[in-house]
């Protein structure tokens, strides 16, 4: 069973950066695809990038100027940097697997404010 | 970027209900359509992929069906854990990964 899990800051300040990690436990972090996606408060889901194992890498265009997503294979992790935000970025924050794949397993999420 | 609809937006059943939600993509993505149903304040779950293939430990109450720009979920007897938004999403364009607005599916 691949468990994953967000983890860092809940309040970034605006025009700063918000940095995420998401720790994958179940499954080694080779060979698959890996997805950042946020849902805005009472919003839909809006895909943000995904990283291969290989370390490629794949982001929304619209956030593309911003995104970083990277992986950490010695720690079977991958993160996820987002600079200059704004309060537009608040949202609740999922990794997950996938990305050329279906999202078949996602973290809890965590709610990021971006609030001075 | 393909677009993805979904109809309704919410909709109102009852347990034991059939109901059906429908997808429409802006454009042709063959079969490349998944859906996913999320519970307040918990992450997605992924239900089907390629439009009509059940994820395992899915119940067979749920199906899948379409391929070009028209797809629907359709729930053949709606169960009380089943009242939930139900996400598409498109996968034919991975270099922008599309989202349907979502549906919510209340009791009535």
């Known amino acids: 069973q691949v468990h994953l899990q967000e983890s860092g800051p809940g309040l970034v300040k605006p025009s700063e950066t918000l940095s995420l990690t998401c720790t994958v436990s179940?499954?080694?972090?080779?060979?698959?695809?890996w997805s950042w996606v946020r849902q805005s408060p009472g919003k839909g889901l809006e895909w943000i990038g995904y990283?291969?194992?290989?370390?490629?890498?794949n982001y929304n265009p619209s956030l593309k100027s911003r995104v970083t997503i990277s992986l950490d294979t010695s720690k079977n992790q991958f993160s996820l940097t987002l600079n200059s935000v704004t309060a537009a970025d608040t949202a609740v924050y999922f990794c997950?697997?996938?990305?050329?794949?279906?999202?078949?397993?996602w973290g809890q999420g965590t709610l990021v404010t971006v609030s001075s | 970027d393909i677009q993805m609809t979904q109809s309704p937006s919410s909709l109102s059943a009852s347990v034991g209900d059939r109901v059906t939600i429908t997808c429409r993509a802006s454009q042709s993505i063959s079969r490349y359509l998944n859906w996913y149903q999320q519970k307040p304040g918990k992450a997605p779950k992924f239900l089907i992929y390629?439009?009509?293939n059940l994820q395992s430990g899915v119940p067979s109450r749920f199906s899948g069906s379409g391929s070009g720009t028209d797809f629907t979920l359709t729930i053949s007897s709606l169960q009380p854990e089943d009242f939930a938004t139900y996400y598409c999403q498109q996968s034919y364009d991975t270099s922008l990964i599309t989202f349907g607005q979502g549906t919510r599916l209340e009791i009535k």
């Open positions: 990283t291969y194992s290989s370390g490629s890498t």
């Open positions: 390629a439009a009509f």
């Open positions: 997950a697997r996938g990305g050329i794949s279906p999202f078949d397993s």
């Open positions: 179940g499954a080694s972090i080779s060979n698959h695809y």
